[in-house]
């Protein structure tokens, strides 16, 4: 996803980065507490590098034990008159832009470990997935003293206020295809909030997370505020989806998943839940438009990332008139796509298999071609090309998706709410709607003693 309008290409004037030579990866145990802790079992798992299926390192690998200790650590954070919840909001906002001052150093690092876990080229990791999470964070710092309530009127003998408070401890779980950005697209939101936070990233994809979770601590959070506990769904996932003392919990990956997510937190303690689990993506593309800018911005939709994308473009529905000339052209765009070393500046596809398949298919008319598009039970995202602004504006409301692109794809920005309709999930991540997502309303009514 190019988050904040980065070019997906990682081009950049000067000299290009190049990938850090790694002996060894320093941290690899649980964090809790800002301390590095071996799992509660004894218990270490594998990590692979998957564009060469061999091993990069052993992780400490959490259970159900580990994530009650982190728990009790972000409790204990959380308690009135703790550091973190009497802390100044402002304060919360320079700790968050240290951590993107940190990111920012050990950028190249970063960027590596997280092409080396995922398989990503290495540019892409760099410009793209960096640069977003940076943004993230640094866009939520802003934020973090602007958290306010309302004064509302009642009558004359009565004041009354809102205030946003913290929902406490918030649990995430994450997905192995973009592991750092959606590592930082949970926390920052609800650190800017004065939460807690509790996070498994992928086993598949833990480096970035847990290098970052040493960041947190130079960066000098309080103790207990991130805990990042490496594991598998069924163990250490489940443990946070179903504990009773963590208040909120955020997912992204499949659906299935996701409905069981929902059920564990409604049967523990009606936890707060919000869901990104994509989705089966419609592009329309009218006989009007760019056709070149369309053939490019679909196909990159469809295989960015490898197609391991909850946005890829997975369903492309073209007017009659350019069906012909848009798969022809389509066709030789594809074969531009350089697939091979991730840390090699000239790949733009590492050596997965995943899912990504361009399916292009002719419509005769507008509502043709906007019932198809809605025939799905997701609705994430959908884009559509056409030289006419009345028809992008009637259309785009008629598509039954959370985020509607218009001759563009992928443009996402720490600024702009993202999250889908109907089985693609609840709940918005990024912009200011995730603050919501992460605060309780307190309204308190005050009784005057005489009349104003």
Same mark, same amino acid.
Request: glycine share 8%; with cysteine.
């Given at each position: ?34 301390? &590095? ?125 809102? %205030? ?20 930082? &697209? ?61 208040? %909120? ?24 839940? !919000? ?59 594809? %074969? %531009? ?107 308190? !009514? ?7």
């Amino acid at each position: 996803m190019a988050q904040n309008g980065s070019a997906e290409s990682g081009e950049a004037a000067g000299a290009l980065p190049r990938p850090v030579p790694l002996q060894d990866i320093a941290h690899t145990k649980i964090f809790i507490n800002n301390e &590095w802790r071996s799992s509660s079992t004894g218990k270490t798992f594998c990590t692979f590098n998957p564009a060469t299926g061999a091993s990069i390192c052993r992780v400490e690998e959490g259970d159900k034990e580990d994530v009650d200790r982190a728990v009790e650590a972000a409790r204990t954070a959380q308690q009135r008159g703790s550091l973190w919840r009497t802390m100044e909001a402002s304060r919360r906002g320079r700790l968050l832009h240290r951590l993107a001052d940190l990111m920012e150093r050990d950028r190249l690092l970063l960027a590596t470990l997280e092409s080396l876990d995922t398989g990503k080229p290495f540019l892409q990791s760099f410009f793209i997935d960096l640069e977003g999470s940076i943004k993230t964070l640094r866009y939520y710092a802003g934020w973090a003293d602007k958290i306010h309530g309302r004064s509302i009127p009642v009558d004359e003998t009565l004041v009354c206020l809102t %205030k946003h408070e913290p929902v406490g401890v918030c649990g995430a779980i994450i997905p192995w295809n973009f592991p750092l950005m959606m590592f930082v &697209w949970k926390i920052a939101p609800a650190l800017s909030c004065g939460n807690t936070v509790v996070i498994k990233p992928a086993e598949q994809t833990p480096l970035t997370a847990l290098h970052v979770g040493s960041l947190i601590k130079e960066a000098e959070f309080p103790p207990g505020v991130v805990n990042i506990i490496p594991g598998f769904g069924p163990t250490a996932g489940a443990a946070i989806a179903n504990h009773k003392d963590i208040d %909120k919990v955020a997912f992204t990956g499949s659906t299935e998943v996701g409905q069981l997510i929902k059920e564990a937190a409604a049967k523990s303690n009606l936890k707060r839940v !919000t869901l990104e689990l994509g989705g089966k993506n419609p592009c329309i593309v009218f006989s009007d438009c760019d056709l070149q800018m369309a053939v490019e911005e679909t196909q990159k939709g469809a295989f960015y990332n490898q197609g391991q994308c909850c946005t890829a473009a997975s369903r492309v529905f073209v007017e009659e008139s350019i069906y012909e000339e848009f798969v022809r052209r389509s066709i030789d765009h594809a %074969k %531009k796509i350089v697939i091979g070393d991730p840390l090699d500046p000239q790949t733009s596809h590492g050596p997965q298999i995943f899912g990504p398949v361009q399916c292009i298919f002719s419509f005769k008319d507008q509502q043709e071609a906007i019932d198809r598009a809605n025939s799905s039970q997701y609705g994430l995202v959908s884009a559509v090309f056409t030289s006419s602004m009345d028809r992008a504006l009637s259309v785009s409301a008629a598509l039954e998706t959370g985020t509607v692109w218009i001759n563009c794809y992928n443009a996402l920005h720490a600024q702009t709410p993202f999250g889908g309709y109907k089985m693609s999930g609840n709940g918005r991540e990024l912009g200011e709607y995730a603050l919501a997502e992460y605060s309780e309303v307190k309204t308190v !009514t005050i009784k005057l003693r005489e009349n104003m």
